[in-house]
């Protein structure tokens, strides 16, 4: 027997209801899931049903003897329903709409005046393969109750699961990554659904001239498709499978998400203290005259230039002349808060952390003020300045006076 | 000081943000002298864009931005009228050689067309110049620079723009670079898109339609920021202080345009006339043949009179030939039996009668030339031909476009502008709003007016949406785009012509529909510039009157001369009284119908009359109520003066017509007739016309001078005031009452005759073909199914000669091309009836599978079955089986699906072909009506005033006009006739949804019985539930 569940939001509790009775479980969609009770009778599956039910985060439990029949019984009708082949009242009652046949057979129903899957299974099969071909004989069976569902349980126990069975062998890591892409964002979805990540994953491949097993844990869950494959084919390649690759398992243990997670790891972020220091290293590395200060000027066309003089306290610049210089820009991971005074509409002197200093120079403004559909609109003046003090700044100014420090010129 | 050369209004359909006007101000407001529009492959917004301009003081310069060949847009500015004609030229070049929206011009047509125009090098994002250097193609760049330099020479210009982007500078650098190595000036514009700041949000909102995108998905399709608007010029020298040349390089451009939209080179086309012969000479000679072909040897003297009169006015107009241009149309009419007739203020002209443009007769009728032609009138004369809608005025265009050439001849646009529906539709897909709530919401909206509150406020009421900001910037739109262009279209009618050259005027493109050409402006655009037009206007009437004089002919033996047909024919008149108007001319409206049984016509003025007097005008100007109070003998008639009585009597004292204002002035205060039509324009504006205190003060001093007292003066004044807006043109009445009298005599003595033609050329009129039907029958006419083995395409006549029956056509399944319909009728009169639905495939091939089934389902296919037995045979017929199966199939068994009931076979004939010919729907469930009181419309005349009814019935009019207040009237339609209801402005807001909804209703209120008529004021609505009712009528039997 089969049970389907229809659940009214995700299919959290109604995975935890069956694994409770099943080791076999199939995840058919956001809000649906079906699983197998083989073993019980009739009455006792019709039981369970309905103290499943009673939990009330469900629309709608289909019982059969039946997968297909089950989710349509779960997916058009409410409450707890029951078919089997011998008695298929229920699923008869179902509107023929329920079939997945297109919109043109649909209007067909309806000028033949077939209303339900009890009427249509009523037309003569020999008749009805006359007009619609051999593709009717999968709707009647659906009709009926006797439609093949191939089994496609995808949980075990905590785990997610995934497998395809390749027409031929593969040798190289290219279609390997294709291929357990695939799988990944499969598994990946179905997880989704249960709101849960994954930390641990082991991958077998397996063919004509053996089996490997590789165990994937990472530092945190994380349901970042890139970085599990990343992870993963980085394994495989640090040790490949000798053998032709015939099969692609996967199995994914389920746990609990991280409450804050971004899917990305922070990096690190030079103190000030130590930038001589990587200076030095710097130039050893690419070269004395090429690595220096950018300045700004107050140029449309040359708006940066480069001073070798690295002392951020140096009042004067002596400045490389006629070089272009596309400075590098160095986000702040957290801007900065700043206050900008103005004066004739360009900044003129920047306070951050209670320090005051003029402004030497400034380009701008770069105006952005986008999506002004949404509730928290958008809009940003960017100014580059360079500070009395020889630091460039890309400042965004929201407000009077209010602005933020996004990076730097470095 | 600044001059913006580069703009763009919302005339650049779904780019820009602001219309032509706005732009103009702006530029006023910001204190710029002069301003570029430059729209998009098209100066559709320039007449508008120049005359206001001028008004406001601003020098408007026209251009236009043309798309290239890399789907680029380069800026072109006419400096003389030779640059303009170039590039009119340009543009129909590459618009008419390219499927529509697919032109694009190239360096060829440029080299072809440039002489005269300045070239600028383009907008950042999407210039010729600029996109080469954004994308990185250095070398393209510079070719592209190349040739726009030999080819403009010292003509073309670099184009700096900032809009306060990081990624512009980039490529203004370029330019300046390139500036300074060649020499070719900078010049500083804004590329602007939006005439200030907020209307940047339309300009978003074109920019996802354009693209098919959501506010969610457009990403960086939508402005980074709202600079593109107009600047002033302290902005643009700050903007630009550091090239401050190519700012002034502005205004030294405009200071070099000549152009001007006021001196455009067109004249209207000389006619060619044969050998010998002057136009002005040939016109009188067909004026003298045309006299006598009208009135024998018999001209009465003041039509003699008359013609002399305005054939002098005409050559001293020098309007010969716009006179025997529309005499040739209509000459090419006559000789190709097309039925043709001249409407509108060409009806007051003896000449126009003669030549049979128009069919008003002088020696009866009080014409007024001065109306449509005077040396004061300012405008050009205006003619609209009324010909039948569909193959024949198609013919008459094609005979235009053939003789005047390619480029001398086109179809006027019309400017297709978002109306609430529309707006709600495309700006609820852009806001990502669930289509069936945007369905609703439009459904609703034709029912919505500015005085029901705004938007929003309906939004709030009538959805579930719920209030965001996303939801209100939604509401927001919808509202501000209203009369927006969204494309060009075609105007139904008009045509200009001159002959070979009309593109050096305004550039042409392809219509939608093949063979047609357009110009591109409207009609008032062409009026504005003085651009004169023929319409050749499609009435659907005179298409069915056509089809019925033929059918008549065919099925009668009977020749019906709609000329001759006798105008006192009583039982016409006894029908128009008793408003017993469904599918005539101009009579069968609601309001008609109310007004009928009050004003009880009994000749033709009557008539003339009856056509003029619903309509907005004479209602909100207070002539309606006046006119039938005097006509039901509730009030004196009142002339004012006595010199007035002739020219009033005719309509009880109350002035109804622009030619009785004329003649008012010219016999109360002694003016001319020219000075009369003067006077009705002056005072006919809406906004108070400078000439208006001149002219009143002759007025007065004319009347003075005619010893009318002070009193009396100021009464006449004011009557004159009033009608001068509201009143109606005579003239077109008379024209339009003609074909209401032919409609209702035809009705009167040919029923199916006439209603054949009325359902052979639908749409058309005020009623559905259902509604027809049913009336109709109602009238004694008795209706045959579609059928596969009788049907034609069109439905046509059976049965008796004396009392045929109508056979309704092919043409009203749904889904049947027309094509195979046309087949089916050829094979089988060909060949014979057909054997079954295999015999039927074998003959017609080309029909398709679903044309099958809706045959079927229409009841056309029955060869002895019933509908779903067909639908069953239908498909096993239709599956494709090879030879080697065919002669192996087994006879068809009988069909296992369910017989249609009553209600069913209803629904299918509805579904399928919009209309039944067997029991209205209402009579499947009277006996549940019954049981339940509810009465029918033949029940609820019997009920005495006051009295509190409910009845039932399909739905086949809402109306809500706009002098009505807010009232609404519906029409319920049931077995036994058609009954009415008025529903006040607070029962609408109440009921609103059922009431627009609901295709049955049922209604409960009070019973308002004048005597004349019946009419309930209803106070509760109900969507009627058909099915259960059936179920009970049903169960009943």
Redesign the interface.
């Known amino acids: 027997m089969y049970i389907a569940i229809r659940s009214k939001s995700d299919n959290s509790q109604a995975l935890e209801a069956a694994r409770g009775h099943s080791p076999n479980i199939e995840i058919v969609g956001p809000r649906m899931l079906i699983f197998d009770i083989t073993g019980s009778a009739e009455r006792k599956a019709r039981r369970l049903a309905e103290e499943i039910f009673s939990e009330g985060a469900y629309k709608a439990i289909g019982v059969s003897d039946n997968a297909a029949a089950a989710l349509m019984l779960a997916r058009h009708r409410e409450g707890v329903s029951f078919a089997t082949a011998e008695d298929p009242k229920e699923l008869e009652e179902i509107p023929v709409d329920a079939l997945d046949a297109d919109r043109e057979f649909r209007e067909l129903m309806d000028a033949w005046g077939i209303v339900t899957l009890g009427e249509f299974r009523e037309l003569p099969e020999d008749d009805m393969v006359e007009r619609f071909g051999l593709e009717i004989i999968p709707h009647r069976e659906a009709a009926s109750g006797t439609a093949y569902r191939a089994p496609g349980w995808n949980v075990r126990d905590n785990n997610f699961l995934w497998s395809r069975r390749l027409d031929g062998e593969i040798k190289t890591i290219e279609p390997l990554h294709f291929i357990l892409s695939a799988g990944v964002r499969q598994v990946f979805e179905n997880l989704s659904y249960t709101g849960l990540s994954t930390q641990t994953a082991n991958i077998i491949l397996s063919g004509r001239g053996g089996r490997k097993e590789y165990k994937v844990r990472l530092v945190f869950p994380v349901l970042n498709e890139k970085i599990w494959l990343r992870q993963i084919v980085s394994k495989v390649e640090q040790d490949p499978p000798e053998f032709g690759i015939e099969c692609v398992e996967a199995e994914f243990e389920s746990c609990r998400p991280r409450v804050v997670q971004n899917n990305l790891y922070s990096g690190a972020v030079l103190e000030p203290e130590n930038l001589d220091l990587v200076v030095s290293k710097l130039k050893k590395v690419v070269g004395v005259k090429d690595i220096g200060v950018p300045r700004l000027r107050d140029s449309w066309s040359r708006p940066f230039s480069m001073t070798e003089n690295l002392s951020p306290l140096t009042r004067e610049f002596d400045e490389k002349a006629g070089e272009v210089v596309f400075a590098a820009y160095y986000r702040y991971p957290k801007p900065v808060r700043a206050r900008i005074a103005f004066e004739n509409g360009m900044p003129r002197v920047i306070s951050i952390k209670g320090k005051r200093q003029m402004i030497r120079t400034a380009a701008g403004p770069w105006r952005a003020d986008a999506e002004w559909h949404r509730a928290d609109v958008f809009a940003r003046d960017e100014w580059d300045v360079e500070t009395e003090s020889g630091a460039v700044y890309r400042v965004v100014v929201n407000g009077p006076g209010e602005g933020m420090i996004e990076g730097g010129f470095d | 000081m600044y001059v913006e050369l580069h703009a763009s209004s919302a005339f650049s359909f779904l780019r820009g943000g602001s219309l032509p006007e706005r732009l103009a101000e702006a530029a006023a407001e910001n204190g710029i002298p002069s301003i570029a529009q430059l729209d998009r492959d098209n100066v559709s917004g320039a007449v508008r864009f120049h005359r206001k301009a001028k008004k406001l003081g601003i020098k408007p310069v026209i251009g236009a931005e043309v798309t290239m060949f890399d789907e680029s847009a380069l800026p072109v500015i006419p400096v003389t009228l030779e640059g303009y004609q170039n590039l009119c030229q340009l543009l129909t070049t590459a618009k008419l050689r390219a499927e529509k929206g697919e032109h694009r011009a190239t360096f060829d047509d440029l080299e072809q067309f440039n002489k005269g125009l300045i070239c600028l090098s383009g907008s950042p994002e999407d210039g010729l110049l600029p996109s080469s250097i954004r994308s990185g193609d250095k070398d393209i760049a510079l070719h592209k620079f190349d040739r726009l330099r030999s080819i403009f020479k010292d003509r073309f210009y670099l184009e700096l723009q900032r809009?306060?982007?990081?990624d512009e500078?980039r490529i203004?650098?370029h330019l300046?670079e390139l500036s300074e190595r060649s020499g070719v000036p900078l010049v500083a514009t804004n590329g602007v898109l939006y005439a200030d700041k907020y209307d940047?949000?339309i300009s978003?909102l074109f920019t996802c339609l354009r693209n098919s995108a959501t506010?969610g998905t457009a990403g960086r399709l939508?402005?980074?920021?709202?600079?593109r608007f107009v600047k002033p010029s302290v902005y643009i020298e700050k903007l630009f202080s550091?090239q401050k040349r190519a700012v002034e390089m502005t205004g030294e451009i405009a200071s070099m345009v000549e152009f001007s939209m006021d001196r455009l080179g067109y004249t209207f086309p000389d006619y060619e006339a044969p050998d010998g012969e002057t136009m002005q000479s040939f016109l009188r000679r067909i004026t003298r043949k045309g006299t006598y072909q009208r009135y024998g040897g018999k001209v009465p003297k003041k039509v003699a009179e008359q013609i002399e009169k305005e054939l002098h006015m005409i050559e001293k107009l020098d309007l010969c030939g716009y006179f025997l241009v529309v005499w040739d149309i209509v000459d090419f009419c006559r000789r190709h039996d097309i039925l043709v007739q001249g409407r509108g203020s060409a009806a007051n002209s003896a000449v126009c009668y003669v030549l049979g443009i128009t069919a008003v007769d002088p020696a009866t009728s009080d014409l007024l030339f001065e109306r449509f032609l005077s040396e004061e009138r300012e405008e050009c004369p205006d003619i609209d031909l009324d010909l039948p809608s569909g193959p024949d005025r198609e013919l008459a265009i094609q005979y235009l476009y053939q003789k005047y050439g390619e480029h001398g001849a086109a179809m006027t646009a019309n400017i297709i502008t978002y109306r609430q529906r529309s707006a709600i539709r495309e700006t609820g897909k852009v806001?990502e709003i669930p289509e069936e709530q945007v369905g609703k919401l439009a459904k609703l909206a034709s029912h919505f007016r500015h005085s029901d509150g705004d938007f929003f406020e309906r939004l709030r009421e009538n959805s579930d949406l719920g209030v965001?900001?996303?939801i209100a910037?939604f509401a927001e739109l919808v509202e501000r785009i209203q009369d927006y262009p969204r494309h060009l279209g075609q105007h139904s009618g008009g045509m200009i012509v001159f002959k070979g050259k009309l593109d050096h005027v305004v550039p042409l493109e392809p219509a939608t529909m093949p063979g047609r050409v357009v110009v591109q402006w409207d009609k008032d655009d062409c009026a504005n510039v003085g651009i004169i037009k023929v319409d050749l206007l499609g009435l659907g009437m005179l298409a069915a009157v056509r089809d019925t004089v033929n059918l008549v002919r065919d099925h009668h033996g009977e020749e019906v001369d709609l000329a001759t047909i006798p105008k006192d024919d009583p039982l016409v008149y006894k029908t128009l009284q008793k408003a017993d108007t469904v599918g005539l001319f101009q009579v069968e409206s609601r309001a008609q119908m109310s007004s009928l049984p009050k004003t009880l016509p009994t000749k033709f003025y009557d008539l003339v009359v009856q056509v003029a007097i619903i309509r907005p005008g004479p209602i909100v100007g207070q002539m309606y109520g006046p006119y039938v109070r005097r006509r039901l003998g509730q009030e004196n008639v009142d002339y004012m003066d006595p010199r007035l009585k002739p020219i009033l009597q005719k309509t009880l004292g109350v002035p109804l017509f622009q030619e009785q204002l004329l003649k008012i002035a010219m016999v109360a205060a002694d003016f001319s007739g020219g000075e009369a039509e003067e006077l009705r324009r002056a005072f006919g504006f809406k906004r108070a016309d400078k000439k208006v205190p001149e002219i009143t003060a002759r007025l007065m001093e004319g009347m003075k001078r005619n010893g009318i007292n002070e009193a009396t003066q100021e009464k006449i004044a004011k009557a004159v005031n009033s009608f001068a807006i509201y009143g109606f043109p005579e003239s077109h009445a008379a024209s339009f009452a003609l074909i209401t009298y032919a409609s209702a005599y035809l009705k009167c003595h040919y029923l199916a005759a006439f209603t054949t033609g009325l359902l052979n050329n639908q749409p058309m009129g005020f009623y559905s073909p259902a509604t027809l039907i049913k009336d109709a029958e109602r009238h004694g006419q008795e209706f045959l199914p579609i059928d596969i083995q009788s049907s034609d395409y069109l439905c046509s006549l059976e049965g008796p000669q004396k009392k045929p029956l109508i056979r309704i056509g092919l043409m009203y399944v749904k889904g049947l091309r027309k094509s195979t319909g046309l087949e089916i009728e050829e094979e089988r009169k060909r060949s014979g009836p057909f054997g079954g639905i295999a015999d039927l495939l074998a003959r017609v091939p080309s029909i398709n599978k679903r044309e099958i089934?809706q045959l079927s389902?229409a009841g056309a296919l029955t060869f002895g079955k019933d509908r779903?037995g067909s639908?069953?045979d239908a498909?096993?017929e239709i599956?494709k089986v090879g030879p080697l199966l065919k002669n192996l199939r087994e006879r068809p068994?009988r069909s296992?699906?369910?017989l249609?009931n009553e209600l069913?076979n209803l629904h299918?004939d509805f579904s399928v072909t919009g209309l039944t010919v067997k029991r209205h729907p209402m009579a499947l469930i009277r006996d549940a009506l019954n049981r339940k009181g509810i009465l029918s419309s033949e029940e609820v005349t019997r009920r005495k005033r006051r009295s509190l009814v409910s009845v039932a019935g399909a739905v086949i009019c809402r109306q809500r006009p706009g002098t009505a207040k807010g009232v609404l009237f519906i029409s319920l339609e049931d077995e036994m006739g058609i009954s009415n209801f008025i529903v006040m402005p607070d029962i609408f807001d109440k009921f609103r949804q059922t009431i627009i909804e609901s295709p049955y209703l049922l209604i409960k209120g009070q019973v308002e019985n004048n005597g004349i008529q019946t009419l309930v004021k209803g106070m509760y609505f109900e969507r009627l539930s058909f099915i259960s009712l059936y179920g009970e009528s049903h169960d009943f039997h």
């Open positions: 809009h306060l982007r990081r500078e203004n650098q300046i940047r949000e978003d506010v939508m402005s980074l920021n709202a600079e550091d806001f965001s900001k996303r910037k089934r389902l779903r639908l069953w498909e096993r599956q068994k296992p699906l369910p249609m069913e299918a």
